[in-house]
């Protein structure tokens, strides 16, 4: 081979931010093209599959506290309802991608926690709302973010409520999209198909995940594609989170090859 290939074994890929901590320790250093394979238990042992562009969605979450003034909720007049206004900000949130978003454009905000307490006769000093954004590009995604909290905060103020909105930044639960680089999408296309076979190449559809391999495809070109390690009859159909999650092992000589075939080519033709 002409060059050098980096093996980058990554601590805390889920939730822990681990490619962008690997960076900060040089991971990238003198690194011109970077790809990485994940296993899909959608697709047959074997096949290979990816797609051009954004292949998986930006992440961020976020959690507001809305604040009014506990009371007697045989007297709601005497309090400042935070129930109500939270209620509010979770309907409105919907409209960011109704109303705001290009039908074109792909995008989620989900609501995935309401807590006001569980005293029946009391109307809470705060309530506490929480969830998830996702977009497929940077505008939209960060374009979301700052709308997610003039929502919560703007409505909350309707209800003579306040609020704030905690997007976990320190923790570093920030996500951006997975975008794979044109022409490191036709390289690994390339190679695949003549290891597997055009037949076992497949263009797969955006996906709403995330991936922490999103921080080194926005420093290098890459290309972040799948294999198929599906079996029914070994009982590889569960997903990567799933407690009965196998993998069908005919495909780890596949994916070796694969690997090694796409960085060979690759330096053999860009050395």
Do not use: W
């Amino acid at each position: 081979m002409i060059g050098t290939v980096i093996l980058i074994f990554q601590p805390a890929e889920e939730a822990g931010n681990g490619a962008k901590r690997m960076m900060q320790d040089g991971a990238l250093e003198d690194v011109e093209a970077i790809f990485a394979i994940h296993v899909s238990h959608e697709r047959p042992t074997g096949t290979i599959g990816s797609r051009p562009g954004p292949l998986l969605a930006g992440c961020g979450f976020f959690r507001a506290v809305i604040s009014g003034r506990k009371g007697d909720a045989g007297s709601p007049h005497l309090s400042v309802d935070p129930v109500l206004a939270a209620s509010a900000a979770v309907i409105s949130l919907q409209n960011l991608v109704s109303r705001e978003a290009n039908p074109l454009d792909s995008q989620v905000v989900s609501v995935a926690s309401f807590n006001g307490g569980d005293n029946l006769d009391q109307i809470p000093q705060s309530v506490t709302i929480a969830g998830t954004f996702r977009a497929f590009s940077n505008a939209s995604f960060y374009g979301l973010l700052k709308r997610v909290e003039e929502v919560i905060v703007e409505q909350a103020s309707v209800y003579r409520c306040s609020a704030t909105v905690d997007f976990f930044k320190k923790e570093t639960q920030i996500y951006p999209p997975t975008v794979n680089d044109e022409y490191m999408y036709e390289h690994v296309k390339k190679v695949a198909i003549d290891l597997v076979g055009a037949k076992n190449f497949i263009v797969v559809p955006p996906m709403m995940g995330a991936e922490d391999f999103s921080f080194y495809s926005e420093m290098v070109p890459a290309a972040f594609f799948y294999i198929g390690v599906r079996n029914e009859t070994l009982g590889s159909t569960h997903s990567g989170h799933s407690p009965y999650f196998m993998i069908d092992e005919e495909v780890l000589p596949i994916g070796a090859a694969a690997h090694v075939a796409i960085a060979e080519r690759y330096l053999n033709e860009n050395g």
